[in-house]
């Protein structure tokens, strides 16, 4: 990272009363962590929409290496009649949830159907197994290329190693980050140079995430599974993968909203231009006052 | 951001969830670019680089996983057609399938017509498998039967044949074909040679120790263990073989992927 002065903001600074404006931009991100992060939010989006897609087809999870109707499931989004009237219901273990509207019951177009995910979070928005597969296999590969050109790109320049591996006095602050985060303090000065250990932790877990989706994603594959049989021992069979595949992902939706809530916080047009433009205007003490 | 504020940032958060409010499908427009011909032929590429990797990855011919015993599926889901219906198929249960012929016949030197006794006869592979759904269910079952590579063999394809094509009694009709006429209700299927010839793809007329049931395709059934559930031709009359898969019913290689689904099942 090369610290450099704003120019647009030095002549303000010659200004007494605004001279606190005066503020340190640093080159932030480079082009490749642009690119493959914007890239990286466009698969994932069409991903998980028509992943949940693809999820409706079959509504129901399971553990193990085999599993229909007709065996256990663990997790199951169905529509049934509860007392005559046509609801969803949600079924996680042996709890049942009502949750008409949005899972299992739902309107598409203002008609009621019987739909595991409502049409405004699936892709394509009406109930289409073999488009859905289009679209997220196409995407898949646009994922996996992507995670590989960054992953060997800032392996090779040490952008791993550098900005995201905690270092030792990183794993020792967590409890205090941990509580600045709670109290949505955002470091200032030289601290707000560098990744916190929360935001090193949390884009490492991406990291995982991304991998374990990929690598579930191809275990549930019948042809991949004769390349890689060893895969589906790991993960404990496909139906395992399957579920896994479905819990990963819920995960990346985790990391998203945290992602988003802190981009908010932090600042969405300093944080959103220093991932277009690479220029990432220091947040000062006096700024959060 | 001197003027950020808290609040502002609970504003800009409600806006954030409006967007996704809107729904995925409306941001990208996917059901309208869906319909598209031209951005179903974008889509498509991802099938063709899956299908060249993959046949890559398995230039070895390694064999899908095989399963023991005691995995198999209490209840193996029955799937598609559950019973062919008409007087033709019911006069064969009638007769157990004793005048039930399978005819090898297309591009090959040496046309076959084989009872199912004929076939039972033959060598014969069993294999404990795993069969996936597209729709994303599994069961595992035991097929019995004739390695459809022995089969082809013995009708001797000729250079120019590349694909089989497999017929069969069931007619699904229901779902319209893809931007198109509706395409025949005759449920059909194709592989090409590389999966024909794999030791593990049989004419199966055996599942769990016991001849096939009529939901899972008596008398007759594909297994290509390598891809998903719809490939596993069920009730198979004809297998034709051919260097082309146009002209054939809707002309994509098979019942589904004329309505849209992949011709390379692997994925």
């Known amino acids: ?53 693809i999820f409706n087809a079959h509504p129901q999870l399971y553990w193990g290496l085999k599993g229909s109707e007709l065996d256990h499931p663990f997790l199951a989004i169905r529509d049934m009649m509860v007392g005559g009237v046509e609801r969803g ?19 598409v177009g203002g008609e009621w159907m019987g739909r595991a995910w409502p049409s405004w979070l699936t892709i394509p928005g009406n109930q289409d197994l073999a488009d859905a597969r289009h679209w997220h296999f196409l995407f898949a590969w646009v994922l996996s290329i992507n995670a590989l050109v960054y992953l060997v790109w800032s392996l090779g320049i040490r952008h791993v190693q550098r900005d995201l591996m905690p270092t030792v006095a990183d794993l020792k602050s967590i409890p205090r980050s941990v509580l600045e985060h709670i109290q949505l303090k955002h470091p200032t000065g030289e601290e707000a140079k560098r990744y916190n250990v929360l935001q ?16 579930t994603g191809l275990t549930m594959s019948p042809g991949f599974n004769a390349v890689a049989p060893w895969l589906l021992d790991l993960l404990g069979g496909r139906q395992s993968a399957r579920s896994l595949h479905f819990i990963f992902a819920s995960l990346i939706v985790a990391f998203i909203v945290v992602h988003l809530v802190e981009v908010v916080l932090a600042g969405p047009i300093n944080e959103v231009r220093s991932m277009i433009t690479g220029r990432y205007a220091v947040p000062q003490e006096h700024d959060h006052k | 951001m001197t003027l950020f504020t808290r609040r502002r940032a609970l504003i800009g958060s ?17 059901g309208r670019l869906t319909e598209s011909m031209s951005f179903q032929k974008v889509l498509a590429v991802a099938q063709t680089w899956t299908l060249h990797t993959q046949r890559l990855l398995l230039s070895g011919g390694q064999l899908a996983k095989e399963y023991q015993l005691a995995d198999l599926s209490p209840r193996f889901k029955a799937n598609g057609t ?36 004929e076939i039972r006869r033959l060598p014969s592979r069993t294999q404990i498998t795993r069969h996936d759904c597209v729709e994303g269910w599994s069961a595992i079952g035991q097929w019995t039967g004739a390695p459809l590579g022995m089969l082809l063999k013995a009708a001797a394809p000729v250079p120019t044949a590349r694909y089989a094509v497999f017929h069969c009694a069931d007619n699904l009709d229901g779902e319209p074909a893809k931007g198109g006429a509706q395409a025949p209700g005759q449920y059909y299927e194709s592989v090409d ?38 490939k596993q031709a069920k009730y198979i009359k004809r297998i034709q073989l051919v260097d082309s898969l146009h002209g054939l019913y809707g002309g994509k290689g098979g019942y589904w992927e004329d309505r ?8």
């Open chain 1, 1 to 53: 990272m090369t610290a450099e002065l704003d120019d647009r903001a030095a002549p303000l600074a010659e200004k007494p009363s605004l001279r606190l404006r005066a503020r340190e931009v640093i080159y932030r991100h480079t082009f490749l962590v642009r690119l493959t992060h914007w890239l990286n939010a466009l698969a994932i989006f069409i991903m998980i929409g028509s992943g949940l897609n």
């Open chain 1, 89 to 107: 219901i949600t079924t996680i273990g042996s709890w049942s949830f009502d949750t008409t509207g949005v899972l299992g019951w739902s309107k």
């Open chain 1, 200 to 215: 090193r932790l949390a884009y490492l877990s991406l990291i995982a995430l991304v991998t374990g989706m990929i690598l």
């Open chain 2, 14 to 30: 409600l806006a954030g969830a409006g967007v996704g409010l809107a729904g995925c499908d409306q941001i990208f427009q996917a």
């Open chain 2, 82 to 117: 559950l019973h062919p219906g008409g007087e033709e198929y019911a006069k064969q249960v009638a007769g157990s399938f004793a005048d039930w012929r399978l005819l090898i016949d297309g591009l090959v030197r040496t046309p076959l017509s084989l009872s199912v006794a």
């Open chain 2, 193 to 230: 040679l590389v999966d024909a010839y794999h030791p593990q793809s049989l004419i199966a007329y055996a599942m769990n120790g016991q001849p096939l049931d009529i939901p899972h395709g008596a008398p007759l059934r594909l297994r290509v263990e390598r891809q998903l559930g719809y």
């Open chain 2, 260 to 267: 849209g689904y992949e011709w390379y099942a692997g994925i």
